[in-house]
């Protein structure tokens, strides 16, 4: 029984939009913060946003003002709205819980409890 599981990876063209999907487990929803990680060919992992139980929000600095993580509770899903896509923003999204207590650590792989499978995201100039 997967924890997390997403959805939504594509290809689509530079400037363009897609808007990732992480269905978590009610356990995992109701007790982890939830974000996403990424992962480029020849570069480490790098943790893109994240989101708490109490809406509290993070990004790391190159996506700001272009990404828009949310949760819906009743659905379970955390999303992760990624508009004005460029070609460095390819690679495996991978979906991330970290334990609440922990969050503050949501950029590090090292604070994941559980991992989704990955999607791929494409983006061609």
């Known amino acids: 029984h997967a924890q997390l599981v997403e959805s939504g990876g594509g290809s689509v063209q530079a400037g363009e939009s897609l808007t990732l999907a992480c269905v978590a487990s009610?356990?995992?929803?109701?007790?982890?913060?939830i974000g996403w990680f990424r992962q480029a060919p020849g570069k480490e992992r790098e943790g893109v946003a994240n989101?708490?139980?109490?809406?509290?929000?993070r990004y790391v600095d190159s996506v700001k003002d272009r990404f828009t993580i949310s949760r819906d509770i009743a659905k379970n899903t955390v999303y992760l709205q990624m508009k004005s896509l460029t070609p460095e923003d390819s690679g495996t999204y991978i979906c991330?819980?970290?334990?609440?207590?922990?969050?503050?650590?949501?950029?590090?792989?090292?604070?994941?409890?559980?991992w989704g499978q990955g999607t791929q995201v494409t983006v061609s100039s």
């Open positions: 991330a819980a970290i334990y609440t207590t922990y969050c503050y650590r949501w950029a590090q792989q090292g604070a994941v409890n559980y």
């Open positions: 009610e356990y995992v929803f109701s007790r982890f913060c």
């Open positions: 989101i708490a139980n109490t809406g509290t929000t």
